[in-house]
C-alpha cells in the first residue's frame, strides 16, 4: 500500500463548476500537507499547505483536512479553464511524499 | 525572478552514454531534494541534502546515479551509462529547513532526459 493514494482521474468538468480532489493516507503521524499544481511539462507549483486539521482557504481554494479519517481535500469553486491541471497532494515527514496526481479539465 | 532553476531542460542522449543535471536552488534555502517523475505518476524521491551533507537516498538510485552538492549551494545529478528505463523527468527542489515537518518545498521546471 502507498502511503498517500490518489484517484488518478481523469476528472472533466464545466467551467464554474465546484471541484472536489481528494488523498488518503495511511499514517495517522502526518501532520503537514500540501497541495501542488502542475501543468503539462512544467515542475510543480505550491498551491496551498496546511498544518493538522481543518479547512484553509484561499481565494477560490480550501483545503481540507480530516485526520480521524486520514482524507486530504482540495475544493476548487468557480472553476476556471486555467486550472486546467494536475494535482498532486503531498505531505512532509522528513522528506516530502507525493502522490500520484489527479489530472483535471475544465471545459469552457 | 530567485526561483529554483534547473539546466539543460531538455537531454536526449543514446543509451549508454553519461548524463549530467545541474539544479540552482533558492539562495536561502538549506535543503535540496531531487525526484524523478514518469508520465501519469508524481514525483519519486531519489535524494537529498541538507546543506552539503546528502542525507538520504532512496533504493531507486542505482549505483550509475550519483548526486553532490559542493559547498551546499548548487547541485548535480549524474546518471552513467544511462538506459532506456532512465528516461523521465528529473524535478529538482528546495526548502528551508524549519524543523521536523514543516517547510515548503519549491521546484525548478525539471530536465527531462530522453534515452535512445
Known amino acids: 500500500q502507498k502511503e498517500v493514494e490518489q484517484d488518478p482521474g481523469p476528472l472533466s468538468v464545466p467551467e464554474g463548476a465546484i471541484v472536489s480532489l481528494n488523498c488518503t493516507y495511511s499514517?495517522?503521524?502526518?501532520?503537514?500537507f500540501m497541495w501542488y499544481r502542475q501543468y503539462s511539462r512544467k515542475g510543480p507549483e505550491l498551491l496551498m499547505y496546511t498544518y493538522s486539521s481543518g479547512n484553509k482557504e484561499d481565494g477560490r481554494f480550501t483545503a481540507q483536512v480530516d485526520k480521524s479519517s486520514k482524507y486530504i481535500s482540495l475544493f476548487i469553486r468557480d472553476s476556471q479553464p486555467s486550472d486546467s491541471a494536475t494535482y498532486l497532494c503531498?505531505?512532509?515527514?522528513?522528506?516530502?511524499?507525493f502522490g500520484s496526481g489527479t489530472k483535471l479539465n475544465v471545459k469552457p | 525572478d530567485t526561483g529554483v532553476s534547473q539546466n539543460p531542460r531538455h537531454k536526449i542522449t543514446k543509451r549508454g552514454q553519461n548524463v549530467t543535471f545541474r539544479c540552482d536552488p533558492i539562495s536561502e534555502h538549506n535543503r535540496l531534494y531531487w525526484y524523478r517523475q514518469t508520465l501519469g505518476q508524481g514525483p519519486e524521491f531519489l535524494t537529498y541534502?541538507?546543506?552539503?551533507?546528502?542525507?538520504?537516498k532512496s533504493r531507486l538510485l542505482s549505483d550509475r546515479f550519483s548526486a553532490e552538492r559542493p559547498k551546499g549551494s548548487f547541485s548535480t545529478l549524474e546518471i552513467q551509462r544511462t538506459e532506456q528505463g532512465d528516461s523521465a523527468m528529473y524535478l529538482c527542489?528546495?526548502?528551508?529547513?524549519?524543523?521536523?515537518?514543516?517547510?515548503?518545498?519549491?521546484f525548478g521546471e525539471g530536465s527531462r532526459l530522453t534515452v535512445l
Open positions: 503531498a505531505y512532509n515527514f522528513n522528506k516530502f511524499y
Open positions: 541534502f541538507q546543506n552539503e551533507a546528502q542525507l538520504e
Open positions: 527542489a528546495s526548502s528551508r529547513d524549519r524543523g521536523m515537518n514543516t517547510g515548503e518545498l519549491f
Open positions: 499514517n495517522s503521524a502526518f501532520q503537514y
